[in-house]
């Protein structure tokens, strides 16, 4: 039995946000005392439980870092609106399922949620779920072989109270925005945590506010940290306001730099955010020290590819399992013969280029400007020439390329859009192009399922589902799709 902090004792989450941010917090009422058994994860990954009424519908409890199976004591507040949240008091008897975690902060932060399971288990429910959403046999899950030390880029947020108390990390599960500090996060490699206590040790000399969102007063925003795995380049970036009032002394910026770089070489730039009231926020970038940008690699059964990741790049958060990614998805693809392939919501076109060696064309389609230049410049840097991209939404430029001369249909279509799945213009083009094959990547099982029943009922069938855990301790998935005329 693993017993938690009493409340009162100052042991509960709130007590890394100060006296004045937790008055803010939605919770005004006495709180009242509940044994209860988890039955199920919510669509967020925590447990559910329910308070039974004998006169009206059970009361839904969501409880942070729980899992089916536990019985537990939680303090809830009577008054809060649904779905109510419970605070973990004790866990009166652990499901089977459930594990000691490595990270000391695993009952407080919002980052990993799944912890204190098993992995086996979380590979398991991973597994099912994608399966429930297409109610369909699929392919084993293909597993992280190191489920911790994984994330190549990090955001740490800086917090600050009335009273001056600084915070910097990750934010409280359930308590969001409030920020807790973090002294080691088990999903990055350590050098992160040590970047991230020299960075705090620095802002607690520095005499430089915490950024305030609700009053834009204030500097600091956010610290990204971020790593070339397969070369071990490093990056870090100050993200902080574009308020002139609130600019960082010169002096300030040098000694940040300077304590970056006590853990080693590093890139180091400065990002500034400049809000305009009505129009969209602008962003600045300053290089203050290092390489003014790093290189990742993908080592695929294909070949190594190389890409330059500046401050905003987009890459896949998990380098080696990006890798199993592309080889499982590009194995499923591998008897079609120079295929023209259209490489939808391609992002810095990494799936493409991967793509490009079985390709007679490579057509990468993104809405990202940025995303779209480093694409150009990765296909130079890989030597790829028969690949071209296009800036724009999917829908609209699959209805311009259709009205080009040298419009080439696609055989394979490889589709991997945000969590919202695929707009209705972008599968009414699907439709009209009709490819040979669509090779649909999604971190949503439920909107990628809902897309492909559109597409089944077009003349497609469902040939493979193959899903891959990329963040082992949260209950994200990937999955993969592939389909068929
Ligand atoms: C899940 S990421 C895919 C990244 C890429 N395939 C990879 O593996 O690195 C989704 C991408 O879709 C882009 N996007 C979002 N909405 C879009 C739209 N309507 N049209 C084109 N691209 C879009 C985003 O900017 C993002 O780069």
């Known amino acids: ?14 007590q890394f946000i100060s006296p004045s941010l937790y008055n803010l917090l939605p919770m005004t009422q006495e709180p009242e005392t509940v044994e209860l058994s988890i039955q199920e994860f919510s669509s967020r990954g925590y447990g559910v439980a329910y308070i039974e009424r004998p006169t009206a519908k059970p009361v839904e409890v969501e409880v942070a870092h729980t899992l089916p199976g536990d019985r537990i004591l939680i303090e809830m507040r009577r008054k809060m609106r649904p779905p109510k949240k419970g605070r973990l008091l004790e866990v009166l008897t652990a499901s089977q399922d459930r594990v000691e975690t490595r990270c000391s902060h695993a009952r407080v932060c919002g980052g990993c949620c799944w912890q204190q399971m098993d992995y086996a288990a979380q590979l ?14 699929v392919s084993p899950i293909i597993p992280c072989d ?11 947020s800086f917090s600050e ?29 350590p050098w992160f945590s040590e970047v991230l206590n020299e960075v705090r040790s620095w802002w607690e000399q520095s005499g430089i506010q915490a950024y305030n969102p609700p009053h834009d007063t204030g500097t600091l925003r956010y610290l990204t940290l971020r790593e070339a795995v397969r070369t071990g380049q490093k990056m870090a970036v100050l993200n902080i306001s574009g308020r002139a009032e609130f600019a960082p002394p010169k002096a300030q910026i040098e000694a940040f730099v300077q304590a970056v770089q006590k853990t080693g ?3 180091v730039f400065l990002r500034i955010h400049q809000a305009n009231k009505g129009r969209p926020t602008q962003f600045f970038e300053m290089h203050l020290a290092g390489p003014d940008h790093i290189v990742e690699e993908l080592h695929l059964e294909r070949g190594t590819l190389k890409f330059k ?12 399992q990006a890798e199993k990614l592309y080889n499982a998805a590009l194995s499923l693809i591998a008897s079609y013969q120079n295929p023209v392939i259209y490489d939808l919501y391609c992002g810095t076109g990494t799936l493409g280029m991967a793509a490009a060696s079985q390709a007679s064309q490579v057509i990468g389609i993104e809405l990202s400007p940025e995303a779209v230049l480093d694409a150009e410049v990765n296909a130079a840097r890989n030597n790829i020439s028969n690949i071209s991209f296009r800036q724009g939404d999917v829908g609209q430029v699959l209805t311009q390329l259709q009205g080009e001369s040298n419009f080439r249909r696609p055989d394979i279509a490889i589709v991997d859009p945000p969590r919202a799945g695929l ?34 009922a077009s003349g497609y069938r469902l040939k493979a589902l193959q899903p ?6 949260t209950y994200h998935i990937e999955n993969i799709a592939l389909l068929e005329r």
């Open 1 to 14: 039995m693993t017993i938690f902090p009493k409340p009162g004792i100052l042991q509960s989450p709130l």
């Open 124 to 137: 398991r429910i991973k597994e099912k779920r994608v399966s429930d959403s297409f109610k369909s046999a």
């Open 146 to 156: 190191s489920p911790f030390e994984y994330r190549n880029k990090m955001e740490f």
């Open 161 to 189: 109270n009335r009273a001056g108390a600084k915070y910097l990390g990750l934010m409280i599960a359930q308590a969001e925005p409030y920020v807790f500090n973090v002294d080691k996060c088990h999903l990055c490699k």
């Open 265 to 267: 070489p590093i890139s």
């Open 309 to 320: 990741i500046s401050p905003i790049s987009f890459f896949q958060p998990n380098t080696l």
């Open 423 to 456: 707009d209705p213009l972008a599968l009414h083009h699907l439709k009209i192009l009709k490819p040979k094959a669509i090779l649909y990547i999604s971190c949503n099982p439920l909107t990628q399922a809902a897309n492909i029943e559109n597409l089944l």
């Open 468 to 473: 891959v855990d990329q963040f082992p301790h």
